[in-house]
């Protein structure tokens, strides 16, 4: 039988006792339907996970007796960085959930010229915040120990100077493939559009920062799409799926 996993984000330490919140509580008696006794896995992103076992359930919510700690690293070899232009409510959802799953590091989301998502300073940090439970859920179930960060809404033109690694952005015109490029030597910046893919404008910009425009394929990819075949294909070529 499958053990659950659960993301808390607190100190763990062996011995502990941990009165779950509301949420919490909810989601480990109603959805996972766990009894007393019973046993899961817990981690708190820093790297580790415990053994747990429901020590209490009641009303007042659920306590886990915090057991041995265990040491189980599930990261890529590979770093990368995906600079992510933000589409439309499951889209992006289905993007970074499945980017996580697929080893992504970290991820920015890019407010661009074709997005159709414009969000006000209060909304930018809420919707960050409910990207981040994604990426925390999507380690709960593909068992990363470490959550990648999901940074704060930035306009394309901030974030492309100063980026690091093998910079690539996806375009259906571009010149090469992923399979011409030479293996990074300090991972990978991605690139990737919106609903509407990039204006002219800013695929010049990118350029200008060192990024190199690569083609997936001959055929169009939905957005969501072209970031789970680009991660995909790097953990084939440079990743831990060699």
């Not at 306590?63 to 700690?69: C, D, F, P, Q, V």
């Not at 992006?92 to 920015?108: H, W």
Request: charged share 25%; proline share 5%; net charge positive.
């Amino acid at each position: 039988m499958r053990v659950s996993r659960l993301f808390l984000a607190q100190p763990l330490r062996e011995g502990d006792r941990i009165h779950l919140d509301p949420d919490q509580s909810h989601y480990l008696r109603d959805v996972l339907r766990l009894k007393r006794g019973q046993g899961l896995t817990v981690f708190n992103g820093e790297g580790d996970e415990y053994a747990a076992t429901v020590a209490d359930l009641g009303r007042a919510g659920i306590a886990l007796a915090i057991g041995e700690r265990r040491i189980r690293d599930a990261e890529s070899p590979l770093v990368t960085h995906l600079g992510l232009g933000i589409a439309r409510g499951e889209r992006m959802d289905l993007a970074i959930q499945k980017a996580v799953e697929l080893g992504v590091t970290r991820i920015t989301p890019l407010v661009t010229e074709h997005s159709v998502v414009r969000l006000d300073r209060a909304r930018q940090e809420q919707r960050r915040l409910h990207w981040q439970k994604i990426a925390a859920s999507a380690c709960e179930q593909c068992g990363r120990n470490r959550v990648p960060p999901v940074e704060e809404p930035t306009a394309l033109e901030r974030w492309l100077p100063g980026r690091a690694g093998l910079r690539l952005f996806f375009d259906p015109h571009g010149a090469v493939g992923l399979g011409d490029l030479p293996r990074p030597t300090a991972g990978v910046c991605l690139l990737a559009g919106p609903e509407g893919g990039f204006a002219q404008r800013e695929r010049v910009l990118a350029r200008d920062a060192g990024f190199v425009a690569v083609r997936l394929g001959p055929r169009i990819l939905r957005a969501e799409t072209a970031v789970l075949a680009a991660l995909a294909a790097l953990q084939t070529l440079w990743g831990d799926w060699r």
